[in-house]
């Protein structure tokens, strides 16, 4: 029944890209979000189909003249074809609008690789000065350490060195060599770092700076603990958009301490093509905006359904069945920065915790072991993933407590859905009569999927309210209806949060801001821990 579940799921991506060509055509006019365009496409590249995906994008071209993206396709076809002279008038003709060249460096390489080994190509690498394709981006930070993701053209020895004024030998930390098997990749950390500190910071790739002159900096968290000020951005639903990745600039603009990404941080939707996967990755992590906002900004996140498996899937709860569970969580993890992902290989998902100051974040997991929520006790966490946040949230002394999740809690946010926490009341119960058996104080509920804005107030017979911000629309352009149930509901442009914490404060404080994309507050709220303290408990 799970197999069915999880290939009904899968059949849904199928349809879609049934309605986007017949007959092997590509449609000449663009249907649906631009995020799944090209897919088909690309999917004739990954079954090495070269001559249809060469009539596909050169169909599509014909329609769009100036879609980069689909100049990326075309190279990788005429490649695959054998033209790797007009392939490289393809890459030429790109990079001169304006899409970078690490796109046709990163790939997939099995994609290009008859234009990526001519000498014509590698000579435009170096031209180029290209050793560093994705990245940098700093993420889990703490208060004396950081680690670095980092993607290099070839494989080659990287390390990255700090300094307070400027990068020196200051601080730096081990070398480590990137390789095909790491897809290229590296997450290099380092210690020995001060309490709230700026440093900037470079990446050495085979003994020479990637990033000079501009080099990037970061901040490092308040002591564990202390008390402070500081403000972490948090949201959902990033399908890839061109005319939208400004808002990567945007957020980085209010110089968050840290990011949350809740899950839709890119659409994929095809769980058994590792790399349609990663190909859905490198077009964001190609993205100027992107690269720039991430490097100045340590982030942290988990998964939804467009980026775990497919739309409102339900894969069950074992680890290996379906089988594509683990390959997809060994994607992902070469493809973020996080302190740790879930249980490791004997308990896979991209749960964590970390903690900045006197406030600890708990990001949970919503897809991996969700069971069928028309079944009798289903579970949305499975068994491990709940008692590590039953244990984690009882151990937890800090001011407030940030419970993070893919999917909404309140009730109501998505009417006659079985997807949200609605399909899981039981568990849900479980958790929140927890907190209250347990006189847990101070915790707020995050999540995305909704694409737009809210705010909830979770009334509860016993214990203090809960109160829920959500906020899933980062670069979508499709859109859900607000909600009347909600204190507040948004959606006409794209949004983020904006989380202040001050816990300097006699009675601490907490204040959700809601931004567009050209940076409007259109919502704040602001939350006190004696309004989320049960009776008998200091509210610090």
Known sequence: ????????CMGLAATWVAATASGGQPARKRRGPYKRTHIQGMKLLDAGEHAKALTFFQDYLAAQPDDL?????LAAAQAGTG??????????????AGLPLGRFVA??????KPLTDTKEFRD?????????????????????SARFWIRTATASPVKVVLGRGKPGTEIESAPQWTSQETDFTAVLEVTGLSPATRYFYDVVVDGKSTLAPRHPSFRTFPSPNSRARFRVGFGGGAGYVPQRERMWTTIRGFKPLAFLFLGDNVYIDLPKMPEMQRYCYYRRQSRPEYRDFVAATPIYAVWDDHDFGTNDCIPGPEIDDPPWKVPVWKVFCQNWVNPYYGGGDKAPGCWFHFTIGDVDFFMTDSRFYRSNPRKPNPSMLGPAQKQWLLDRLKESRATFKVLANGVPWATGTKPGSLDTWDGFKDERKEIFD?????????VILLSADRHRSDVWKLKRSVGYPLYEFETSRLTNQHVHAPMEGALFSYNKKQAFGLLTFDTRKDDPEVTYRIFTI??????????RRSQLTPRGVPRR
């Not at 033209?83 to 001169?96: G, H, M, S």
């Not at 790939?107 to 290009?112: A, E, K, Q, S, V």
């Not at 927890?434 to 101070?442: C, L, R």
């Not at 050209?518 to 939350?527: A, C, K, P, R, W």
């Open 1 to 8: 029944m799970r197999n069915g579940i999880a290939l009904l």
């Open 69 to 73: 993206e689909a100049h990326f396709g």
């Open 83 to 96: 033209d790797a002279e007009a392939a490289l008038a393809t890459v030429r003709k790109a990079v001169e």
């Open 107 to 112: 790939g997939p390489r099995g994609w290009l």
């Open 124 to 144: 435009l690498v170096r031209e180029k000065r290209l050793a560093l394709v994705h990245g940098p981006m700093p993420g889990a930070v703490t208060s004396r």
């Open 434 to 442: 927890f907190i209250e058996q347990n006189k847990i104080p101070g």
């Open 518 to 527: 050209d940076g409007e507050e259109v919502h704040s709220i602001t939350l």
